[in-house]
Structure formats: C-alpha cells, structure tokens
C-alpha cells in the first residue's frame, strides 16, 4: 500500500467537545482507526455558528421538504448548513472514507430522527443529517460508516476493505 487511507471523520469522535450537550464521545474503532489512517475532521454545527453546549437541533417535514431546525429558539439552519457543508466538502482531496456520528441532525446515515413540522411528533428514525446527505451526493463512491453500523460485522468489514482498497486505486 502506497500510505495510509485519507478518512474524514466526525469531530466528536474523542477530538473535540463540540456535541451539543458539551459531553466527549468515546468510540474504540475511532481510536483504533486514528492510528491506522490519516484523519481530516470537522464539525458542521459549529462550522454554521453553533455553539457547545448548544440547543438541539433536529430534522423536521415541512410541506414535503426535510428542514434543519432549533425548537427551543424557532430558527432554521438547513440552507446554511447545506451551503457550508458543500463548501467544506469541496476543499476535501483523496477521502477514501467517511466515519460519521450517527442519530445525528447533521451527520447520521439513515439512522436520524425526522419530526413532522415543527412539532414533537416523530415520523421516521431513518433520515439522514444534513452533512451526510452532502458527502453521499459529492462522494458517491466512498464508503460510509456510523458507529451505529458497527453492530454489523458484515458493514464494518465492507467498510474498512473499501477504504483500504479505494487508497490503492
């Protein structure tokens, strides 16, 4: 192999307290995989302005159209959120794969709770957050995990042969 795998991760993942509670995450297959790759990380919350700890933000139905929304403070973020996670992704070279906080607003993968309007009432728990809707659209061929997935041996094997296979080609 010509040098370790390039893997964007989410920047909760043990680099920052950035959750919106404030709180560190722990995640061993993230320790492990720092060592094995070279890591990029960001987090899109805070990229748009939010702060730690922050008020949540959650995934919401409005007329048909999936939004970014803070209850507690009325605002939306989603063309924010969509316009600074295209630009970040832009500036990314040689990703060859995507480790990402799952359930979340921002970067769940088919693992987000969606709530109708601006209501309580849930309706799904198998959106995807804002920031990975983006890496799947601009990175279509890159392989993606959430801790989530890891209860699966057979996603997490696929995974890391993906990304140690898409960094020789």
């Not at 297959?29 to 748009?48: G, N, R, S």
């Not at 302005?49 to 959650?58: Q, W």
């Not at 500036?91 to 794969?97: A, Q």
């Amino acid at each position: 192999m010509s040098g370790k795998p390039r893997i964007y991760m989410s920047r909760c993942f043990g680099f920052d307290k950035c959750r919106y509670d404030g709180k560190d995450f722990f995640c061993e297959f993230a320790e492990k995989l720092k060592q094995q790759a070279e890591i990029v990380h960001w987090c899109p919350e805070i990229a748009i302005g939010l702060g730690c700890p922050r008020e949540k933000i959650r995934v919401v139905k409005i007329d048909g159209k999936n939004e970014l929304f803070q209850p507690e403070t009325g605002r939306f973020f989603t063309e924010k959120m969509i316009e600074t996670s295209i630009n970040h992704l832009k500036t990314l070279d040689n990703i060859d794969g995507f480790f990402l906080k799952a359930k979340s607003p921002s970067c769940g993968v088919k693992n987000t709770k969606l709530y109708r309007g601006k209501s309580d009432e849930l309706i799904s728990t198998e959106a995807s957050g804002f920031f990975a809707v983006q890496v799947m659209k601009l990175f279509p061929n890159v392989p993606v995990l959430t801790e989530e997935d890891l209860k699966d041996a057979a996603k997490t094997k696929d995974f890391l042969e993906k990304v140690f296979s898409h960094k020789d080609v």
